[in-house]
């Protein structure tokens, strides 16, 4: 399993590369880096072992190991397991995890058998590049499974940021992706295993209580590792197996393990110090897709406001083949100078008896009133659709405006059959 190199997301958001982010833009920006470099990766191999299979990797089944109960508080100090290079006893899985002077990796050395549901980890000797960790099975069936780190050439690291989240991800094995490191980098070697990866692995299996089974403590994880082991020579396609779940548990430790961590497979630097006294800055090969505004939707859901936007522009192209048909100026008789005026020049009506100085009441509000024109003299008035108006007692302002003219008239022609107030 492989995993990004984390130093990308430190180079997207460095001032010296000006990249600008989602939130400097509003959360409209967008971008998208697509980097060649190394990516880290972890191989995961397990086997299923029986007990004859696995006493010379155990040290409670050695004749050393029997007899009083072996001292768990100083282990593996307190016991007297052969210092390297002494390469330990042969097993029968030596070619399958490569064990022995032939490969140069001496076979681990176990506490114990653990019981069921528990796990032990292998953390003896010095210069190993592998840890191992065996488990025990709810049917007492035991699986030994070994854990290292590389370096490969065959991936890219792709980083997407948005105001919503960022995705870190590593694209591998793609034929098509012309930025994997190994394309366009010459001389490249594909599984450099880091050595110094185990010592960060024996820590990381001490925090998630991988060694506990020492003192059968039950640990929970354990448990959950434990259920994943096949009970048959097949694996459970709706399950992962416990190889790929401890390759995803020890993800976290490369991901951290790349941070301020070289783009390259080697150490270009003249120092043998594994760290730099001060920081420098190191280019990589990449691409950068960015969107500094948006004139579209950005999710497949979004599509749903074209329908309202087509409806919008409907109106708009609507209303300007009006007003170009019906073009020039309109007079709003409802607004409040022009309504008050009305009101002032109409006759009494019948229909609003005894509201004078309290307002209407009651069915008073449901009386329909039409705005009138008297012809002549070019006056408006309001009217009730019941009533008629009585000319006599009206009041007469006539307008010094020639009626072929007036503005209002024309409004009054156009609107007058259809404004009710």
């Given at each position: 399993?492989?995993?990004p190199?984390?130093?990308?997301?430190?180079?997207?958001?460095?001032?010296?590369?000006?990249?600008?982010?989602?939130?400097d833009?509003?959360g409209?920006?967008?971008?998208?880096?697509?980097?060649?470099?190394?990516?880290?990766?972890?191989?995961?191999?397990?086997?299923?072992?029986?007990?004859?299979?696995?006493?010379?990797?155990?040290?409670?089944?050695?004749?050393?190991?029997?007899?009083?109960?072996?001292?768990?508080?100083?282990?593996?100090?307190?016991?007297?397991?052969?210092?390297?290079?002494?390469?330990?006893?042969?097993?029968?899985?030596?070619?399958?995890?490569?064990?022995?002077?032939?490969?140069?990796?001496?076979?681990?050395?176990f506490?114990?058998?653990p019981?069921?549901?528990?796990t032990?980890?292998?953390?003896?000797?010095?210069?190993?590049?592998?840890?191992?960790?065996l488990?025990t099975?709810?049917?007492?069936?035991?699986?030994?499974?070994?854990?290292?780190a590389?370096?490969?050439?065959?991936?890219?690291?792709?980083?997407h940021?948005?105001?919503?989240?960022?995705?870190?991800?590593?694209?591998?094995?793609?034929?098509?992706?012309?930025?994997?490191?190994?394309?366009?980098?010459?001389?490249?070697t594909?599984?450099?295993?880091?050595?110094?990866?185990?010592?960060?692995?024996t820590?990381?299996?001490?925090?998630?209580?991988?060694?506990?089974?020492i003192?059968?403590?039950?640990?929970?994880?354990?448990?959950?590792?434990?259920?994943?082991?096949p009970?048959?020579?097949a694996?459970?396609?709706?399950?992962?197996?416990?190889?790929?779940?401890?390759?995803?548990?020890?993800?976290?430790?490369?991901?951290l393990?790349?941070?301020?961590?070289?783009?390259?497979?080697?150490?270009n630097?003249?120092?043998?110090?594994?760290?730099?006294?001060?920081?420098?800055?190191?280019?990589?090969?990449?691409?950068?897709?960015?969107?500094?505004?948006?004139s579209?939707?950005?999710?497949?859901?979004?599509?749903?406001?074209?329908?309202?936007?087509?409806?919008?522009?409907a109106?708009?192209?609507?209303?300007?083949?009006?007003?170009?048909?019906?073009h020039?100026?309109?007079?709003?008789?409802i607004?409040?100078?022009n309504?008050?005026?009305?009101?002032?020049?109409?006759?009494?009506?019948?229909?609003?008896?005894?509201?004078?100085?309290?307002?209407?009441?009651?069915?008073q509000?449901a009386?329909?009133?039409h705005?009138?024109?008297?012809?002549?003299?070019?006056?408006?008035?309001?009217?009730?659709?019941q009533?008629?108006?009585?000319?006599?007692?009206?009041?007469r302002?006539?307008?010094?405006?020639?009626?072929?003219?007036s503005?209002?008239?024309k409004?009054?022609?156009?609107?007058?059959?259809?404004v009710?107030?």
């Amino acid at each position: 399993m492989a995993m990004p190199h984390a130093g990308v997301f430190a180079a997207t958001r460095d001032p010296v590369n000006s990249i600008l982010q989602p939130q400097d833009l509003n959360g409209l920006g967008e971008y998208d880096v697509h980097a060649s470099v190394p990516s880290p990766s972890t191989n995961v191999l397990c086997a299923s072992m029986q007990r004859e299979e696995l006493k010379p990797m155990v040290f409670s089944e050695w004749p050393a190991g029997k007899g009083p109960a072996t001292n768990l508080t100083g282990w593996p100090t307190s016991q007297a397991i052969p210092k390297w290079p002494n390469w330990l006893n042969r097993t029968t899985v030596d070619d399958l995890f490569e064990f022995g002077e032939k490969y140069g990796r001496r076979p681990p050395v176990f506490s114990k058998l653990p019981l069921p549901y528990n796990t032990v980890s292998n953390d003896t000797g010095m210069y190993i590049d592998t840890i191992y960790i065996l488990a025990t099975s709810a049917t007492g069936d035991y699986t030994m499974c070994s854990m290292r780190a590389s370096v490969t050439a065959g991936c890219s690291t792709q980083y997407h940021a948005s105001l919503s989240g960022g995705s870190l991800n590593t694209r591998c094995e793609d034929p098509q992706d012309s930025l994997a490191y190994g394309r366009l980098h010459a001389n490249v070697t594909d599984g450099i295993i880091a050595t110094d990866w185990a010592d960060v692995a024996t820590e990381w299996a001490l925090a998630l209580s991988l060694n506990a089974g020492i003192n059968d403590a039950m640990a929970s994880n354990a448990r959950l590792l434990s259920q994943l082991i096949p009970t048959q020579q097949a694996l459970d396609t709706s399950l992962p197996s416990i190889a790929e779940a401890l390759a995803v548990l020890s993800g976290c430790t490369l991901l951290l393990s790349s941070i301020d961590s070289p783009f390259i497979q080697y150490w270009n630097y003249s120092t043998t110090e594994a760290a730099l006294a001060e920081p420098q800055y190191q280019s990589f090969p990449a691409t950068l897709r960015k969107r500094e505004y948006a004139s579209g939707g950005t999710q497949r859901w979004q599509g749903i406001f074209y329908i309202i936007l087509f409806l919008t522009f409907a109106t708009n192209v609507f209303c300007l083949i009006y007003f170009i048909v019906r073009h020039g100026l309109v007079a709003d008789f409802i607004e409040p100078q022009n309504l008050f005026a009305l009101s002032l020049n109409s006759p009494p009506s019948d229909a609003l008896d005894g509201a004078c100085g309290g307002g209407p009441e009651g069915e008073q509000f449901a009386v329909n009133w039409h705005i009138k024109m008297d012809p002549e003299r070019e006056h408006f008035y309001i009217q009730n659709t019941q009533g008629v108006p009585n000319i006599g007692r009206r009041r007469r302002r006539p307008l010094e405006v020639e009626m072929e003219t007036s503005p209002v008239t024309k409004t009054y022609n156009k609107l007058s059959k259809r404004v009710l107030i």
